[in-house]
């Protein structure tokens, strides 16, 4: 929730136009008051304390005798939080933000119109579309990776390691295993449906009773979690995706593009591997056209097979 969004939400709230859920959190963020200690300036206090002291006069004007008391003390406890949130900068619902800790499991929530990029401790990146949430650890094992994805959309760009798969697991037994690639999820509880859709790369898709397919670039799976059946197409509009790399050793561009396209890279002389590259890509590129880019880079060549699947580079 933006700083916007929240003092729209508290003047709902004093128009009396807040739903049962937005009320609840706006008396929240009052009952968090007492355990807040906020320092403000003596200025800025008296000058948002005038502020508020008007607004609370032009609106018990509007009330009945019998009515004020009450509703002197609702403007009152109002007008607390109103001080606050804005002398420190929404601090309340800050720091009651959804974003909690229990042990090494992070938790983090969106709200309604946001969205949040979080980079797991591997390096892979998750983007996170609104009303969503998802569980991760804060150091994956040594020997695997798992995170939750507890509700709503997220586009995953995951760090290729090959000793170490990476799965996104669904509230509905639906779970993505992957070594390294892109690809989006939405999992949604009050949908029927889930959807995984890939970018780059190939992941594979299971519940409790097997495999329910095997994705490429380009494909999608939708899920039907009543009737348990999964189909797959071609996505109507390919999507592209950034392959940046800042002094990655060719053994580590040479495994990226291989999980990007799903194709096989070889070296002719393992030396190669431990060669540096600095450079920027995408995945609108062809696979020729970025090994014609690396091998001119550190004067070597490449041949490609009859199916374009297999390339050789060599001096």
Not at 80 to 99: H, M, Y
Not at 148 to 172: C, M, N, W, Y
Not at 229 to 240: D, E, Y
Not at 290 to 296: A, E, F, N, P, Y
Request: aromatic share 8%; with cysteine; charged share 25%.
């Amino acid at each position: 929730m933006t700083e916007e969004q929240a003092k729209e939400l508290l003047q709902k709230f004093l128009d009396k136009q807040a739903n049962p859920e937005e009320q609840k959190k706006v008396e929240e963020w009052y009952a968090a008051l007492d355990q807040q200690k906020v320092e403000v300036a003596a200025d800025r206090k008296a000058a948002i304390g005038a502020q508020l002291l008007v607004n609370l006069k032009a609106a018990m004007r509007n009330e009945t005798q019998h009515q004020k008391v009450f509703k002197l003390k609702f403007f009152v406890r109002i007008a607390a939080a109103v001080l606050i949130i804005i002398t420190v900068g929404l601090s309340i619902w800050k720091s009651s933000s959804p974003v909690s800790s229990n042990g090494n499991q992070l938790t983090v929530i969106t709200g309604s119109k946001e969205q949040k990029r979080i980079t797991l401790s591997d390096g892979s990146v998750v983007m996170l579309g609104p009303s969503a949430k998802i569980i991760y650890p804060k150091i994956f094992s040594s020997n695997s990776r798992h995170i939750i994805l507890k509700e709503g959309e997220a586009f995953f760009d995951i760090a290729h390691q090959e000793q170490r798969p990476f799965t996104v697991h669904t509230t509905s037994g639906v779970d993505i295993r992957v070594l390294g690639t892109s690809f989006k999820v939405k999992s949604y509880q009050a949908s029927k449906h889930i959807e995984v859709a890939v970018v780059t790369g190939k992941v594979s898709v299971s519940n409790k009773n097997g495999n329910l397919g095997t994705l490429i670039k380009d494909e999608f799976l939708t899920y039907d979690k009543d009737g348990g059946r999964a189909s797959i197409h071609k996505l109507k509009a390919a999507a592209f995706v950034e392959l940046a790399f800042e002094g990655a050793t060719l053994e580590q561009v040479i495994n990226k593009l291989q999980y990007v396209y799903s194709i096989k890279i070889s070296l002719s002389d393992t030396a190669l591997n431990k060669l540096k590259t600095t450079a920027v890509f995408s995945s609108r590129q062809t696979p020729e056209e970025i090994l014609d880019i690396i091998c001119s880079l550190h004067h070597l060549k490449f041949n490609a097979s009859k199916n374009h699947k297999t390339f050789n580079i060599y001096r």
